[in-house]
């Protein structure tokens, strides 16, 4: 069965939707049947692959999932589109169970058609990220290298540790990946040693550096593949691909 990766942490420009998109398509690249689903309604994963967020989001509709699935100009890389409005971004983040099990049904009935599936999720601890856990089987969790880059993680583990519990461990603590990496900073030194103290081995050994590519690219609709295949980044993004791989 295919892994559900759910990308999440609650704060805002931690590299989350970069990672989502990226990584993506680095699996995409390697071979990986995956799928990309945009479940911020900011839409800025949707919109990076240029693609049009939809009108109804296709998780609180109760057609099948297919036919809302799009082509991206990637081979292998299929997307579910976000959506802006008001009341989808209401309808999913109502974490009561029936809409929970909509999600997971939806999940379940294209889960053997891909290797991957990736959700970008909001920058919050709410009930939308609750939703997107539910679905998942793991966490996949960047914290940028920053001041106060572990601050209101507490939070978001008691919330990630409840839904193993609900989920009865079919979701897992896939990784945590630290973004923006920066090694002449000395902070950077600092904020990894505290992330790999408390975290252990699930830190991957893979950083993401700061790459101005990385910044670039969605404003191309293109992925830091398809804009800029030797750059930084684009290396990065493969080495945690095969490390992703590597930890099935
Ligand atoms: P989030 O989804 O967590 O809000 P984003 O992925 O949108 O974060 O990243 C926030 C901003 O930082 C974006 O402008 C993005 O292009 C930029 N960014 C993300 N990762 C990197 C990186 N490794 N190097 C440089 N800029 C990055
Ligand atoms: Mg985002």
């Known amino acids: 069965m295919g892994r559900i990766l759910c990308v ?13 998109v990226n990584l993506s398509a680095a699996l ?4 990986q049947r995956t799928l990309l689903v945009d479940m911020d309604p900011q839409c800025n994963a949707t919109t990076s692959l240029g693609i049009s967020p939809t009108d109804g989001h296709a998780l609180v509709s109760e057609d099948d999932l297919v ?24 309808k999913l983040a109502h974490s009561d169970s029936a809409h929970t099990r909509l999600v997971r049904r939806h999940f379940d009935a294209v889960i053997e058609d891909y290797d991957f599936v990736l ?10 990220t609750q939703t997107a856990l539910t679905a998942s089987t793991e ?3 960047p914290i940028q290298c920053e001041y106060f880059a572990m601050e209101g ?13 609900a989920t009865d461990g079919r979701l897992t603590f896939g990784g945590i990946l630290l973004t923006m990496y920066d090694p002449h900073l000395e902070l950077t030194h600092e904020v990894d040693e505290e992330v790999r103290d408390f975290f252990g081995d699930i830190v991957f050994d893979n950083v ?25 980044g684009a290396f990065a993004y493969t080495q945690l691909c095969m490390e992703v791989l590597q930890r099935d």
Do not use: W
């Not at 993680?153 to 519990?165: D, E, G, R, S, Y």
């Not at 993401?208 to 030797?230: I, M, N, W």
């Open 28 to 31: 995409a690249l390697a071979g």
């Open 153 to 165: 993680l507490t939070q978001l583990i008691q919330t990630i540790k409840k839904v193993i519990v």
């Open 139 to 141: 966490v996949l969790m």
């Open 8 to 20: 999440v942490n609650q704060k805002g420009g931690v590299g989350k939707t970069t990672t989502a």
């Open 208 to 232: 993401v550096p700061r790459d101005v590519s990385l910044c670039e690219a969605p404003s191309h609709g293109k992925t830091v593949f398809q804009y800029a295949p030797r750059s930084r």
């Open 119 to 128: 959700i970008d999720c909001p920058p919050s601890v709410g009930a939308l």
């Open 67 to 90: 036919g809302h699935i799009v082509d991206s100009r990637q081979d292998n890389l299929s997307v579910v589109p976000g959506s802006r409005t008001f009341h989808d971004v209401d």
